[in-house]
């Protein structure tokens, strides 16, 4: 075999394996993130804590000055006429007791991720006035301008329970990381994307070449 055949063998096999790995980790992640599933640590609702894992995802509370935080996030279940908002599933909220603590969405392996939609709400119920719940995004490689921000307005006039938000395109895909930067917040039903149809086309496609070219070379 040809070095500049065995190079094109490689190439392709290269290809066909960063897709795979990139196809098996859009399966993974694909779905709701509901807060259904109490960590180790905290069994059940009402525990205060400073990270949560679910699906893949960490959430993570954190200081940008390099200290450790003092805000913390309980994973809640309110209930009918509380002072807290009901939806009848558990959930996290979030209320930050130190200067520029926030709340920190990552991925495993710091593998890239995308949002779609998100349940929010004011931590109190029922709610008298409006809040705003902003977003900050990181697409990795993106330059000159990788950085993305969205702010959603809930609560308000006696509202009670969630109001489902949905993320702008830019949100959807290529995301390093997602900082929560509001003071307080009641999140649920974090929605993640499923893989592209054409990604998975290309894929096939990439395979189907990749073992025409080694049976080809076979023969």
Not at 53 to 62: D, L, S, T
Not at 135 to 143: C, I, N, T, W
Not at 155 to 182: D, K, M, R
Request: net charge positive; charged share 15%; glycine share 10%.
């Amino acid at each position: 075999m040809s070095s500049q055949n065995k190079k094109k063998r490689v190439g392709l096999l290269g290809c066909a394996a960063v897709l795979m790995q990139s196809f098996i980790a859009s399966l993974y992640a694909q779905g709701t993130i509901n807060f259904n599933e109490p960590p180790i640590l905290y069994p059940s609702v009402g525990y205060p804590m400073k990270t949560y894992y679910e699906q893949g995802f960490w959430f993570q509370v954190v200081n940008s000055y390099q200290r450790p935080p003092i805000s913390e996030m309980i994973r809640w279940q309110g209930s009918p006429g509380g002072a807290s908002p009901y939806n009848g599933t558990p959930y996290i909220h979030f209320g930050r007791g130190g200067f520029d603590d926030h709340v920190l969405i990552t991925y495993t392996n710091n593998a890239l991720f995308g949002l779609v939609s998100v349940d929010l709400a004011d931590v109190f119920a029922p709610s008298l006035d409006p809040i705003s719940i902003t977003f900050e995004g990181y697409r990795r490689g993106l330059y000159p301008d990788p950085w993305i921000s969205v702010t959603f307005t809930v609560g308000g006039g006696g509202s009670t329970t969630f109001q489902t938000c949905y993320f702008p395109a830019l949100f959807n895909s290529n995301l390093e990381w997602v900082a929560i930067t509001s003071p307080r917040w009641a999140m649920d039903n974090l929605v993640v994307p499923e893989p592209s149809t054409y990604a998975l086309l290309g894929l096939g496609l990439l395979v189907l070449a990749a073992r025409r070219f080694i049976r080809r070379r076979k023969l």
